[in-house]
Nanobody, 116 residues
């Protein structure tokens, strides 16, 4: 079955950096778009970044442009999100998502907390 497993979250001070990683299995990773979303309690889940199958197109939310970089390694089946210059408002649960011919699938989520 399709599985997405996130890692790399944690607590960081404002201005710091974190790198999230998502490992996918059970689907054709090479052709699947990969996305990172985030959600805070009481708010809708929002798209942070997405990368298409060959990595030739990457889209970012306006709130993270210039600070976050998404990448993928199809041989390792990973989709990473490098987050820099983190702000308290980046605090959220971050989710990895993919879309395949069988539907959409989510990871379990990982917490990122930006606080002094």
């Amino acid at each position: 079955q399709v599985q997405l497993v996130e890692s790399g979250g944690g607590l960081v001070e404002p201005g710091g950096s974190l790198k999230l990683s998502c490992v996918g299995s059970g689907f054709n990773f090479d052709t699947a778009p990969m996305m990172w979303y985030r959600q805070v309690p009481g708010k809708e889940r929002e798209l942070v970044a997405r990368i298409f199958s060959q990595g030739t197109r990457i889209d970012y939310a306006d709130s993270v442009k210039g600070r976050f970089t998404m990448s993928r390694d199809n041989t390792k089946r990973t989709a990473d999100l490098q987050m820099m210059s983190l702000k308290p408002e980046d605090t959220a649960t971050y989710y990895c998502k993919t879309r395949t011919t069988r539907g959409e699938f989510w990871g379990q989520g990982i917490q990122v907390t930006v606080s002094a």
